[in-house]
Antibody, heavy 123, light 108 residues
Framework: EVQLLESGGGLVQTGGSLTLSCAAS????????MSWVRQAPGQGLEWVSS????????FSADSVKGRFTISRDNSKNTLYLRMNNLRVEDTAVYYCAKHQGAAAGSYDAFDLWGQGTMVSVSS | SYVLTQPPSVSVAPGKTARITCGGNNIGSKSVHWYQQRPGQAPVPVIY???DRPSGIPERFSGSNSGNTATLTISRVEAGDEADYYC???????????FGAGTKVTVL
């Protein structure tokens, strides 16, 4: 079955760190760019960061630049998001999403989404 | 940065047609994707590249894009279409993916 399974969410205090993981299965993980997209409680979708399939090119939203790092291990079919210096406004469900193609910055859509993992940041 | 503008809500009777707009500066020059998100669930793509339907999406869902407005049209609306719908583009100027704020479709 083609699926994405996020893990690693939880409750953390402001200034703390957390690493999210996204395990992929059912497709050739190394062929597709991947992204993280978040959704604050009761709010809309916000793109966070993207990484290309193999060359490691990354793009990030201004709101997380310098604090969040996206990475991947194609040998483990796993996507990561290292989140440092967390803020209350980072509280959200974090989804990983598969791109249609290999390039991170492209016109491709996000054609497969995981069920999300909740990150809560308290002051 | 690039902004996509969607109406907060659209109400439609069963069997009628719902049209959800997504406004952006010269959005017709970009590729627009649409996602459906039912309550408590992850988003699901319903339209790719302005007007292509992913496998498994009913023909009732269609899309168009021209000028400063992209439109998602849901024909013969059913109760199961009640959800939030988001448009999305890649902005080459800022190297950012952008989502609209979302439109809540209510089936009366």
């Amino acid at each position: 079955e083609v699926q994405l399974l996020e893990s690693g969410g939880g409750l953390v205090q402001t200034g703390g760190s957390l690493t999210l993981s996204c395990a992929a299965s059912g497709f050739t993980f190394s062929s597709n760019a991947m992204s993280w997209v978040r959704q604050a409680p009761g709010q809309g979708l916000e793109w966070v960061s993207s990484i290309s399939a193999t060359v490691g090119a990354t793009f990030s939203a201004d709101s997380v630049k310098g604090r969040f790092t996206i990475s991947r291990d194609n040998s483990k079919n796993t996507l990561y998001l290292r989140m440092n210096n967390l803020r209350v406004e980072d509280t959200a469900v974090y989804y990983c999403a598969k791109h249609q193609g290999a390039a991170a910055g492209s016109y491709d859509a996000f054609d497969l989404w995981g069920q999300g993992t909740m990150v809560s940041v308290s002051s | 940065s690039y902004v996509l503008t969607q109406p907060p809500s659209v109400s439609v009777a069963p069997g009628k047609t719902a049209r959800i707009t997504c406004g952006g500066n010269n959005i017709g020059s970009k590729s627009v994707h649409w996602y459906q998100q039912r309550p408590g669930q992850a988003p699901v793509p319903v339209i790719y590249y302005d007007s292509d339907r992913p496998s498994g999406i009913p023909e009732r869902f269609s899309g168009s894009n021209s000028g400063n407005t992209a439109t998602l049209t849901i024909s013969r609306v059913e109760a199961g279409d009640e959800a939030d719908y988001y448009c999305q583009v890649w902005d080459t100027t800022s190297d950012l993916y952008v989502f609209g704020a979302g439109t809540k479709v209510t089936v009366l």
